[in-house]
């Protein structure tokens, strides 16, 4: 598996395929991306299973917490990764003991370690994206924001010696 490059199919089945997600490391906190990440999910017809030791047996979003993957009683399909890149491994190797079918790292978090010995074991894996991100592309909600038009980008704009900002434009407009 390249983990550079996931095919719009590999992502596609795996979000159609599995509607339990347990999210390590959500947040009750209405501010912090796992948040907002769960609440999205949750309206487009996912349960989400928020794990949080800090915040274990609390409500959050109408769903109990967790202290650990292995606390939930019921079948997961996604373990979402909301924790750093070293934390992966552990997580993994969780994922793998409540027999769930993906290790999911969100943005910012890949672990190739973590990665390989989830596939040994018959796990599908994504690294550094987002189920809430892909889950809005692949449906066509992005493009209503202007994600898709090459309007809206990440990259910082040129500062004009004036030190007004001015819209980037590419080679193709």
Same mark, same amino acid.
């Given at each position: 598996?390249?983990?550079?490059? &996931?095919?719009?199919? &590999?992502?596609? /089945?795996?979000?159609?395929?599995? %509607?339990?997600?347990?999210?390590?490391?959500?947040? =009750?906190?209405?501010?912090? =991306?796992?948040?907002?990440?769960?609440?999205?999910?949750?309206?487009?017809?996912?349960?989400?299973?928020?794990?949080?030791?800090?915040?274990?047996? #609390?409500?959050?979003?109408?769903? *109990?917490? &967790?202290? $650990?993957?292995?606390?939930?009683?019921?079948?997961?399909?996604?373990?979402?990764?909301?924790?750093? $890149?070293?934390?992966?491994?552990?997580? *993994?190797?969780?994922?793998? @003991?409540? !027999? @769930?079918?993906?290790?999911?790292?969100?943005?910012?978090?890949? !672990? /190739?370690?973590?990665?390989?010995?989830?596939?040994?074991?018959?796990?599908?894996?994504?690294?550094?994206?987002?189920?809430?991100?892909? &889950?809005? %592309?692949? $449906?066509?909600?992005?493009?209503? @924001?202007?994600?898709?038009? +090459?309007?809206?980008?990440?990259?910082?704009?040129?500062?004009? #010696? *004036?030190?007004?900002?001015? +819209?980037?434009?590419?080679?193709?407009?």
């Amino acid at each position: 598996m390249n983990h550079d490059a &996931y095919s719009d199919a &590999y992502i596609r /089945d795996i979000l159609v395929g599995y %509607r339990v997600i347990a999210m390590v490391g959500a947040s =009750p906190n209405p501010s912090r =991306p796992s948040y907002f990440a769960m609440k999205y999910l949750q309206a487009k017809g996912f349960r989400v299973i928020p794990v949080n030791p800090g915040q274990a047996g #609390k409500p959050l979003l109408g769903e *109990t917490v &967790y202290a $650990s993957l292995r606390d939930i009683p019921d079948a997961v399909g996604i373990v979402d990764v909301f924790r750093n $890149s070293g934390a992966a491994l552990e997580i *993994t190797k969780d994922a793998i @003991a409540i !027999n @769930a079918k993906v290790v999911w790292m969100q943005l910012g978090v890949r !672990n /190739d370690e973590a990665a390989k010995l989830a596939e040994d074991a018959g796990l599908k894996v994504v690294m550094n994206r987002c189920p809430k991100i892909e &889950y809005g %592309r692949l $449906s066509g909600e992005l493009a209503w @924001a202007g994600v898709n038009s +090459r309007l809206l980008s990440s990259k910082r704009p040129i500062l004009a #010696k *004036t030190g007004v900002q001015h +819209r980037v434009i590419g080679k193709d407009g």
